[in-house]
């Protein structure tokens, strides 16, 4: 393994749209969408218009077809496929829910990648319809964050997550996403880490604002394309400074993973990473 936990925002991030709208506009409810939005929390929302799309006669089928047609960048398919093949270690931090991100990601091929999906449980029940329940059981009790929606931080798994690589030895995170959400998790990254905002979405903007916030390295992306090279460029820089591939022992990599390494990381080899974010304080 390469040392390297990589976490993704689903929505916006990995594909190229909000799954959520994505399936509430191409089923043909998004008025009832928008008449409901100022009404109920957002997760409970989703769980509404499920039960309406049911009561619609939409069945597991339409749901999944229409998932299949998510636009998606191929670049950041291979991206991750490339990750994967390095040795990372990829998890999934997502306000979508498990039915709507496994089927895409088996979809695109991808679902083997990822060692753990946070989000949303969305389960069909008895009758065929989806259910989509909390992450987090804010009837119960509240997660204590104020930055974040009632039934999800995102800081909170990372810290979960934080912990449990304790006993794994040195482990340096790099975390991609776009929303407001992704903002939390960000500021608890460490110096050794990194983070990935997209440039221009919400997260980006709140980065920019409170810069001297985040201890972690910061890496803007805007397209597939700056996505593969980034994340890959980072990815080399990190596998380049451990101290074990300086000794030259590489037994951080087996020689499949060594073989990758070095043809996945040709082409990006001499170029320099991208300027970090330079924002004023
Ligand atoms: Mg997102
Ligand atoms: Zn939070």
Redesign the pocket.
């Known amino acids: 393994m390469a040392g390297i936990v990589v976490v993704f925002d689903f929505d916006k991030t990995i594909i190229d749209t909000d799954s959520d709208n994505w399936v509430v506009d191409e089923l043909g409810a998004t008025d009832l969408y928008n008449l409901l939005l100022p009404t109920m929390p957002f997760n409970t929302l989703m769980d509404t218009m499920m039960k309406e799309l049911h009561a619609r006669g939409k069945t597991i089928q339409d749901i999944k077809e229409v998932l299949k047609r998510v636009p998606i960048h191929s670049r950041i398919v291979q991206a991750i496929k490339s990750a994967h093949t390095l040795g990372c270690d990829l998890r999934i931090v997502s306000d979508a829910n498990t039915f709507f991100i496994k089927t895409i990601l088996k979809h695109l091929g991808i679902r083997e990648c990822f060692s753990e999906i946070n989000t949303n449980p969305g389960i069909f029940d008895d009758e065929g319809r989806l259910r989509i329940f909390p992450f987090h059981d804010f009837q119960l009790s509240s997660?204590g964050?104020?930055?974040?929606p009632p039934n999800?931080?995102?800081?909170?798994i990372i810290e979960r997550i934080q912990a449990s690589l304790v006993n794994e030895g040195k482990k340096r995170m790099i975390y991609l996403g776009d929303g407001s959400?992704d903002?939390?998790?960000s500021?608890k990254l460490n110096k050794s880490d990194f983070m990935m905002p997209r440039k221009d979405f919400p997260v980006w903007e709140l980065i920019c604002k409170n810069r001297s916030l985040l201890e972690c390295g910061v890496h803007e992306w805007s397209n597939g394309e700056d996505f593969e090279r980034i994340l890959l460029q980072i990815i080399n820089s990190i596998i380049l400074e451990d101290d074990t591939y300086k000794n030259g022992t590489l037994n951080l990599f087996s020689s499949m993973e060594f073989k990758a390494f070095e043809s996945i990381t040709m082409a990006a080899h001499h170029e320099a990473l991208p300027k970090v974010l330079r924002v004023p304080h």
Do not use: T, V
């Open positions: 997660h964050c104020e930055r974040c999800m931080c995102k800081g909170l959400n903002f939390c998790p500021l």
